[in-house]
Nanobody, 120 residues
Framework: QVQLVESGGDLVLAGGSLRLSCAAS????????MGWYRRAPGKQRELVAD???????NYADSVKGRFTISRDNAKNTVYLQMNNLKPEDTAVYYC??????????????WGQGTQVTVSP
């Protein structure tokens, strides 16, 4: 079993900052790419940012220059630093990780989501 637990979601004013964390635990042999997705009300889930095991990053155009993804491989944790937040960033943010388990099963795992609300 593998669990991803997100934290850090909150209600903030526009222009504010938040830092999301996602810690993976369980029967983990290794973790490849990790990423953050979000689903806004009435919209489909979209990629926000992802990061490879080696640290290469990729961002949605809407968050470039404002959000930074990073990871601590020793802690199996991925972070999302969000600055200059806008009301359109309001969504449930989900963590995703590509995991190889100790039983050598390979698959993508999701966290339960954390709510980010940005007030005008």
């Amino acid at each position: 079993q593998v669990q991803l637990v997100e934290s850090g979601g909150d209600l903030v004013l526009a222009g504010g900052s938040l830092r999301l964390s996602c810690a993976a635990s369980g029967s983990i042999f290794s973790i490849g790419a990790m990423g953050w997705y979000r689903r806004a009300p009435g919209k489909q889930r979209e990629l926000v940012a992802d990061i490879t095991l080696g640290g290469m990053t990729n961002y949605a155009d809407s968050v470039k220059g404002r959000f930074t993804i990073s990871r601590d491989n020793a802690k199996n944790t991925v972070y999302l630093q969000m600055n200059n937040l806008k009301p359109e960033d309001t969504a449930v943010y989900y963590c995703n990780a590509h995991v190889i388990t100790t039983m050598y099963y390979t698959g993508g795992y999701w966290g339960q989501g954390t709510q980010v609300t940005v007030s005008p």
